[in-house]
């Protein structure tokens, strides 16, 4: 008779399931990539246009967390994310010097403008910035703030201190939220506020706001991408990182950006800097 075939106990069965599972089972896990950027690339579309490409072309899973430009920085010095597309280059550069992040590339740029109700009651209309700001002061207009240590509230407060101006009280109005959001309050409160180009012609239509001051040099907007360091964090997905990035500053996505919103609003949302020099200090 031949001897019959014992069950493992079941201790080493589980043991042997999880070894043949657990492969498949990360698998799918290294496939996404967790991007940490602003809410503008989400708001404006530009991220629609490009993250299924980039799915397509290489079977990779892009998660998108839209947050501020400053919470997008801490998500990636926890290790929260694997890439960040963010626009705040003084905080980036703290960073890259702390070995939390690596591969800072020059991604894209556009420009901050004021905008503010037709009427314009503090006479802000056409004037340098550092002047409309002070304007805003003495008028004690109403304004709108991202309050949200996004790269862009970070270029207001900096504004506010350039005019000598310290913003509170009730005629300062802080969202706590991205840009879309923050433009409506905005609209609806008759208040100023500052926002990128770009997210304020993908929702013009939708506001009763009009571009009050633009094309000063201290407006300018530039994006960059950089990947979280895996010497700091091994458990990122380094490799999906870097793909994405490398994706991004490619000729195709670049292009992408060059003519995105030509077509709908008559002139681009952004402009492409890959491969471009920085200003010194970053």
């Known amino acids: 008779m031949p001897p019959r075939c014992r069950s493992p106990h079941p201790l080493v069965a589980g043991l042997l399931l999880a070894l043949l599972v657990a492969p498949e089972a990360a698998a799918p896990q290294a496939r996404t990539i967790l991007l940490a950027t602003t809410t503008s690339t989400r708001d404006s579309g530009l991220l629609d246009a490009l993250v299924p490409a980039f799915e397509r072309k290489t079977g990779y899973l892009v998660k998108t967390i839209a947050v501020g430009t400053g919470q997008a920085l801490a998500m990636g010095k926890r290790g929260e994310a694997d890439v960040l597309?963010?626009?705040?280059?003084?905080?980036?550069?703290?960073?890259?010097?702390?070995?939390?992040?690596?591969?800072?590339?020059?991604?894209?740029?556009?420009?901050?403008?004021?905008?503010?109700?037709?009427?314009?009651?503090?006479?802000?209309?056409?004037l340098p910035i550092g002047g409309a700001v002070g304007a805003l002061g003495v008028a004690g207009a109403l304004f709108g703030s991202r309050g949200d240590d996004s790269g862009t509230h970070k270029m207001e407060l900096r504004l506010w201190r350039e005019a000598g101006r310290r913003p509170g009280g009730a005629r300062y109005l802080e969202a706590g939220q991205g840009m879309g959001p923050t433009l409506r309050i905005a609209s609806e409160k008759g208040a100023y506020t500052l926002t990128d180009r770009g997210t304020f012609l993908a929702l013009r239509g939708r506001l009763t706001l009009?571009?009050?001051?633009?094309?000063?040099?201290?407006?300018?907007?530039?994006?960059?991408?950089?990947?979280?360091?895996?010497?700091?964090?091994?458990?990122?997905?380094a490799a999906g990182g870097k793909a994405l990035a490398d994706f991004l500053i490619s000729p195709e996505a670049q292009e992408v950006i060059r003519t995105f919103g030509v077509e709908k609003y008559g002139q681009p949302l952004f402009f492409p800097d890959a491969g471009k020099p920085e200003p010194e200090g970053g």
């Open 85 to 126: 597309l963010v626009h705040s280059p003084e905080a980036e550069l703290v960073l890259v010097r702390e070995g939390w992040l690596i591969h800072r590339r020059p991604f894209m740029h556009n420009d901050f403008v004021l905008v503010g109700p037709p009427a314009d009651p503090a006479r802000a209309r056409g």
């Open 210 to 237: 009009e571009v009050l001051v633009e094309g000063d040099a201290g407006l300018l907007n530039r994006y960059s991408v950089l990947e979280v360091n895996p010497a700091r964090h091994p458990k990122v997905n």
